[in-house]
DNA sequence: ACAAAGGTAAGGATTGAACCATACCTTCAA
DNA sequence: TTGAAGGTATGGTTCAATCCTTACCTTTGT
């Protein structure tokens, strides 16, 4: 089962979820800009900068949570995303260099 | 630009076109069928026996083609669905392998 | 104590996906 | 030519995703 913030175990990811997360262009450029940075990498979801409201930042967030592809942990003033690097990749191979090698244009 | 029946070239297709379709299962149950024949099979619609009417058959092999998962060749009777496993493979590799690797849990 | 920043929740509008029933077209075979 | 099979188009319904505005909570910094 899922924990309390929605993380679900690796052995729970479903490749439909991710699929459909991963549909969303917004979405698939933040899970691109978390690959190509440094494995532990944490951003906020502002730090994105996507041109939607904060309620629609919350919604994405979610998706990409629940879906298993982001670990998002309490930072007090904030919670910081952090890519399921290689959970995704021991379940999944190969999904997440789809993603990294997408052309810029989104 | 895609053909007359909707069929993308290879440099046309659109990541998030092709999760999109990927991101049912009825659909992403034809592709794995297809993934895990012979190379060159050709299948009709009705052929994989989805619980849905004729109608919506023609609904999510219209989004498989456009997407450029498959191609649809006109067979006089009935058109016959084939999977573009090499554009798909040299375009998006590995992303075939994920969908044929899912467990028949769909 | 207070305001600002980051994030969430609730309410509501809009859009598109998925579905069905029905009707129609084309081709093959009887 | 008549019927059956495979597909498509049309019309209409239902449901979920996306988006916004507004309001609220928590933590940090002053």
Known sequence: M???EGHPEPHEM?????????A????????????????????????????????????????LREAGLIRQVDRGNSRAAQLRRDEIEARFPGLLALVAAEDGAL
Chains 1, 2 share one sequence.
């Open 14 to 22: 479903q490749l439909g979820a991710l699929l459909a997360a991963l």
């Open 2 to 4: 899922p924990d309390a």
């Open 24 to 63: 969303d262009p917004q979405r698939r450029r933040v899970i691109a800009e978390l690959v190509r940075a440094e494995p532990l990498t944490e951003r906020t979801c502002v730090s994105f900068g996507l041109p939607v409201s904060k309620a629609s930042l919350t919604h994405h967030f979610r998706v």
